[in-house]
């Protein structure tokens, strides 16, 4: 089992920046560093869309295609959290944001490949 807890939504402006943290709590023992983590974000009425993930030791990242350069993964396990840097924010970007967990071999941007979801923290941008 592992807790996942999002932090540091809130409201900003068009072309501000944000941070998002997701801090991992392992209660079965199994080290956060060896679950790939992933961000995914939903608008009310759609699906969850992917954003960004992360292999357990940080060295490979994915982005989705349309996000790419505005928003950066990264991840320390030392302190077994997971963050979400987010710039030149845009209205479109509103929306909950999600922090999840999975294994390595199964494909980052399918969220039904996720084993463990937080509760989200929500961005909106005002424009």
């Known amino acids: 089992q592992l807790q996942l807890v999002e932090s540091g939504g809130g409201l900003v402006q068009s072309g501000g920046s944000l941070i998002l943290s997701c801090a991992a709590n392992?209660?079965?023992?199994?080290?956060?560093?060896?679950?790939?983590m992933g961000w995914f974000r939903r608008v009310p009425g759609k699906e969850r869309e992917f954003v960004a993930a992360?292999?357990?030791?940080?060295?490979?990242?994915f982005y989705a295609d349309s996000l790419e350069g505005r928003f950066t993964i990264s991840r320390d396990n030392a302190k077994n959290t997971l963050y979400l840097q987010v710039h030149y924010l845009q209205p479109e970007d509103t929306a909950d944001y999600y922090c999840?967990?999975?294994?390595?071999?199964?494909?980052?941007?399918?969220?039904?490949?996720?084993?463990?979801w937080g509760q989200g923290t929500q961005v909106t941008v005002s424009s």
């Open positions: 999840g967990a999975k294994n390595f071999w199964e494909s980052h941007s399918d969220s039904r490949n996720y084993l463990y």
């Open positions: 392992a209660a079965s023992g199994r080290a956060f560093s060896t679950y790939t």
């Open positions: 992360i292999v357990g030791n940080g060295r490979n990242k």
